[in-house]
């Protein structure tokens, strides 16, 4: 009766034992697989900052040269602008030379008329002009 105590004691032992050691296994188990879930969540959101910083950067480069355009267009119609502001100034002078020598009428339109002999009162309307 001694040893058959022994034995069952020694077998409920073993039982125990072996019930810790699958609880252990199932542990292992599922940890691990927790760390394998854990370990592609991490590259998962790595993928998605390094998308995200790559959509930044070409979002960037996009408005740079957007205002890189902006900026050349802005100085090419300045200079337009001042080329045709020169032109303009240009033609008036020419104008202003070439009509400056005569009198004018004061009605519209204004007539632009030299007389053939000057007088007093037409070389005082000409130094006036």
């Not at 699958?22 to 998962?44: C, I, P």
């Not at 957007?66 to 050349?72: C, G, P, S």
């Not at 119609?77 to 030379?97: G, M, P, R, Y």
């Amino acid at each position: 009766s001694e040893r058959g105590r022994n034995r069952r004691l020694f077998g409920s032992l073993m039982g125990t034992l072996k019930s810790i050691k699958d609880e252990n296994k199932k542990f292992e188990k599922s940890n691990v697989a927790e760390k394998r879930q854990q370990v592609l969540q991490r590259v998962e959101q790595r993928a998605r900052q390094t998308s995200q910083k790559i959509r930044e950067h070409e979002r960037e480069m996009i408005t740079q040269k957007q205002q890189a355009e902006k900026d050349l267009k802005f100085k090419i119609n300045a200079k337009a602008e001042d080329k045709h502001l020169e032109l303009l100034f240009v033609t008036t002078w020419q104008h202003h030379e070439k009509v400056g020598k005569f009198l004018r009428t004061k009605t519209e339109p204004r007539l632009c008329y030299k007389p053939a002999k000057p007088c007093e009162v037409t070389e005082a309307l000409a130094e006036e002009a």
